[in-house]
């Protein structure tokens, strides 16, 4: 039997370090520039491109990595170096994570290296789930898909929200209802080509964090689809659709829609994400508390200095063990049986909100300005609690998982 350890093998090592390497030479003296023009940093991407990051290929390398720890070591890198240039290179990765939960073989292999380009035409992806009107709650979503059995074409009408990469993807999922009856059940998701007409980027978000990550509506208008673009394919659709209907007859079990499918396949790496923003805050505030000087020491000398950085700390290593299991889990095929992936996204998200917090209070004036990192990690740490489920969406499932209540 393999003895128990929690270090990272050579392989993953060499690879966490070259990772770390491109976040310190390239995002990070990017980073300032790009929150600030608060567009996709294009450059940044190609060069990332021209690296092997940003590509198909060492995605699939980390995703398969048999410990699951590939895809949160490269996320708290990445991460570590600015979390909005850090998106816009892993943003395409939701998208294929939708295509990979739901699509077939020869779907994944047609669509995802198309998200990706290559390095002299580096593009993007879009993962379309949210509404106005629907954002934690699937169930209200009013996108519609409808089939025309005719010309074996779906045809797609609303409008998206929150869409990372929105309207200039190469490739956009969307997710969309089939079956209004069946609620949240009756959601499928859909592969829309490039330069479909009727789908158009709506309204451009000026947000608070993550600015340097392009966040849009994309509107859809008669957008048609051919049938193979249906995630999955008819005849599996059509199975899910009746046994939801079998179940909701009954009062049986829940069956997965195809937005949920995505986001608890991706929720410990938002964590690891999370985790990357947190250790980056607390570096930059434990190096000021050693060379910051008041009274004539050091304010690490100071015990309420010094005993908030061991909680940032122990906070940071307990979110990342926490993902770290999540991620082992789901490589190895065990269940959630505790919701531990929720878990790993909502300590992971809250530690990088408090920790960035007290980073900033540690720098005082300074860490209020844009002279220092912290101020921007702290805006960046926001995002986290809020997207791919609320803090308190992750503690309703966590609740509802461990009792088996439908907790509202």
């Known amino acids: 039997m393999a003895e128990f350890t929690l270090e990272l093998n050579d392989d993953q090592k060499q690879v966490r370090d070259w990772l770390h390497g491109f976040a310190a030479e390239v995002i990070r003296p990017a980073a300032s520039e790009w929150d600030e023009r608060e567009e996709t940093p294009w450059p940044v991407i190609q060069e990332a491109a021209k690296v092997g990051i940003y590509s198909l290929d060492f995605y699939a390398q980390q995703f398969f990595d048999p410990t699951g720890l590939g895809i949160p070591m490269a996320m708290e890198e990445l991460f570590w170096g600015d979390a909005g240039i850090a998106l816009s290179i892993v943003g395409t990765g939701l998208a294929a994570v939708g295509v990979l939960a739901n699509g077939t073989e020869e779907q994944i292999g047609t669509w995802i290296p198309q998200m990706y380009g290559d390095a002299d035409d580096v ?82 978000f000026k947000k608070h964090g993550i600015r340097a990550s392009h966040t849009a509506e994309v509107v859809l208008e008669d957008v048609r689809v051919p049938g193979h673009c249906l995630l999955g394919g008819k005849e599996k659709l059509d199975e899910r659709l009746a046994r939801a209907r079998e179940r909701a007859k009954s009062g049986g079990e829940r069956v997965k829609n195809a937005a949920m499918a995505t986001f608890e396949a991706s929720r410990p790496a938002v964590g690891a994400m999370a985790v990357g923003t947190a250790r980056a805050a607390y570096e930059v505030a434990l190096d000021y508390a050693k060379t910051r000087t008041q009274f004539g020491r050091p304010i690490i000398d100071n015990q309420g200095i010094a005993f908030q950085l061991a909680d940032m700390r122990t906070q940071i ?39 960035t917090a007290q980073a900033v209070q540690i720098l005082g004036g300074n860490g209020f300005t844009r002279e220092y990192p912290v101020e921007r990690m702290h805006r960046d740490a926001a995002i986290y609690t809020i997207f791919e489920g609320t803090s308190e969406i992750q503690r309703l499932v966590i609740a509802r998982t461990l009792s088996g209540m439908p907790i509202r």
């Open 123 to 204: 593009k993007v992806a879009a993962f379309c789930s949210s509404e106005p009107d629907a954002g934690s709650d699937v169930a209200s979503m009013r996108t519609r898909a409808v089939y025309d059995e005719a010309k074996d074409e779906w045809v797609l009408n609303g409008t998206k929200t929150w869409a990372t990469n929105g309207g200039i993807a190469n490739v956009h999922v969307v997710v969309a209802v089939v079956d209004p009856e069946l609620g949240s059940k009756g959601h499928a998701s859909f592969i829309v080509p490039p330069a479909t007409p009727g789908l158009s980027q709506g309204q451009k």
């Open 317 to 355: 290593d307990a979110a990342r063990l926490l993902v770290w299991r999540a991620s082992w889990m789901a490589s190895a095929g065990k269940p959630f049986t505790a919701a531990e992936g929720s878990m790993s996204k909502l300590y992971a998200s809250e530690t990088a909100k408090t920790v």
